[in-house]
């Protein structure tokens, strides 16, 4: 059967695209359960909340990624940041009392400011890991990353960032890719929080791809395919070829730094 992708340049259009679909015949809807075991597998009680928290920000695990070592990554970046260059010169916005007095001709205080070229660089990180994996470690390898994106962009890097989901059942390959950050935005942990460390946003939003997308294999449903971390069929077909992709697998043993020389490699 023919592959299928999908992109979407935010987190608002992929709402979008999950909400106004519906469920292709022949599909489960495994999204939905509300069960106690669904609830431990996805970590929300329904999709609904899941839904709620892709779109307003996850609170909790943000706050667990910050305290996993991105707040002391931004402390640390604060206090190495360059400051503005400050010198005496004829002309400037501040007099040089001590220059003026001992008449010194550069008896003012300029800014000396520098133009930079930033490189930008456009990060895939694929997200499909096993059914095994925990919360846990999906946000420990999640803060890893983040930390080099912040030294990366520190360092006059600027990043964009996206995330995807590539599954495979029998000959069929379905996929999706998600822009969560642009070059020109900061990085805001409370709203990619969600789409990197949440369980819910491959066992409720990613399902959900899978169940309402049309040319989905029925052989896909309950069991939504395996993971794959092939993600050049995906890429090609996004117009995204030249991203430089990351995934839990390859970064579970890395450092921070390790990470960032991957990512300015």
């Known amino acids: 059967m023919k592959n299928v992708y999908k992109k979407f340049d935010s987190l608002q259009q992929f709402d979008m695209y999950l909400s106004q679909g519906t469920t292709q015949a022949g599909m489960s809807e495994d999204s939905m ?10 970590t929300t009680a329904s999709y609904a909340e899941a839904q709620h928290i892709m779109t307003t920000g996850d609170t909790d695990n943000a706050k667990r990624i910050e305290r996993a070592g991105v707040a002391k990554e931004r402390a640390k970046i604060r206090c190495t940041a360059d400051k503005r260059q400050m010198y005496a010169s004829p002309v ?28 930008v660089v456009t990060l895939v990180y694929n997200i499909s890991v096993g059914g095994s994996t925990s919360a846990t470690d999906m946000r420990d390898v999640a803060a890893r990353m983040l ?53 819910s946003m491959l066992r409720r939003h990613s399902f959900r791809f899978t169940e309402v997308t049309k040319g989905v294999s ?16 995906l890429l090609k077909a996004c117009g995204l070829s030249n991203a430089k992709t990351l995934s839990y697998y390859n970064m579970r043993t890395q450092t921070a730094n ?7 490699s």
Request: hydrophobic share 35%.
């Open 33 to 42: 359960l509300e069960r106690a075991s669904s609830t431990q597998f996805t």
């Open 258 to 264: 390790e990470i960032l020389k991957d990512i300015l």
């Open 147 to 199: 930390s080099a994106i912040m030294r990366a962009e520190a360092q006059g890097v600027r990043i964009n960032l996206y995330v995807c989901d590539i599954s495979v059942s029998g000959e069929q390959e379905i996929g999706w890719l998600l822009r969560i950050k642009t070059s020109g935005q900061h990085l805001d942990v409370l709203k990619t929080a969600y789409p990197l460390v949440n369980p």
């Open 218 to 233: 029925k052989r896909f449903s309950g069991n939504y395919g395996g993971a794959s971390n092939n993600t050049s069929r």
């Open 92 to 119: 400037g916005f501040l007099p040089h009392v001590p220059n003026y007095i001992a008449g010194v001709p550069c008896n003012m205080i300029n800014e000396r400011r520098t133009q930079v070229r930033h490189k």
